[in-house]
């Protein structure tokens, strides 16, 4: 059973950094598509980064330039590095892993920016 496992969430003030961290355990990272994603309270779940199994990054407008997108096929974890957290980047955030056979979430992480 493939399971994605995030972590690295918090309270966090505004214009500080975090760095989320997801973990692959029972298949590996490199033959995925993973991708960020958040959701904000009352809000759908949005795509903020995706790095495809070729290392091909792609970002939401509203994040690109803050958020970074990176992964470690050796140690089969994704992260997503943000700088400069604005309040509106509140939210919940999950990865995800998708290819031709699997499409797998994790439980997500909680990020509050807040004074």
């Known amino acids: 059973q493939v399971q994605l496992v995030e972590s690295g969430g918090g309270l966090v003030q505004p214009g500080g950094s975090l760095t989320l961290s997801c973990a692959v355990f029972?298949?590996?990272?490199?033959?995925?598509?993973m991708t960020w994603y958040r959701q904000a309270p009352g809000n759908q779940r949005d795509l903020v980064a995706t790095?495809?199994?070729?290392?091909?990054?792609n970002y939401a407008d509203d994040v690109e330039g803050r958020f970074t997108i990176t992964r470690d096929t050796a140690k089969n974890t994704l992260w997503l590095h943000i700088n400069n957290l604005k309040p509106e980047d509140t939210a919940v955030y999950y990865c995800?892993?998708?290819?031709?056979?699997?499409?797998?979430w994790g439980q997500g992480t909680r990020v509050t920016v807040s004074s």
């Open positions: 995800n892993g998708r290819n031709s056979f699997r499409n797998v």
């Open positions: 790095i495809t199994s070729d290392g091909t990054t």
């Open positions: 029972g298949s590996a990272l490199r033959i995925y598509d």
